[in-house]
């Protein structure tokens, strides 16, 4: 983990879908810090795409 406990690497058990380019995965992801903070205890879902989860507009989009 880094000084603020952010993962190096995420084993995520579905496809996922990554925050786009220049576009920081706390910012995309809004439940990302949460599940950080509580060291992966809380918020275990916080990749999915649920209503209120994340900003469609920071994730890549082919």
Do not use: C, H
Request: proline fraction near 5%; hydrophobic fraction near 30%.
């Amino acid at each position: 983990m880094s000084d603020k406990y952010l993962p190096w690497a995420i084993n995520i058990p579905i496809q996922f879908d990554y925050p786009a380019e220049k576009q920081d995965i706390t910012q995309a992801y809004l439940n990302f810090n949460k599940w950080v903070a509580s060291r992966g205890f809380n918020n275990m879902d916080w990749y999915k795409s649920n209503n209120g989860y994340r900003d469609n507009d920071k994730i890549y989009s082919k």
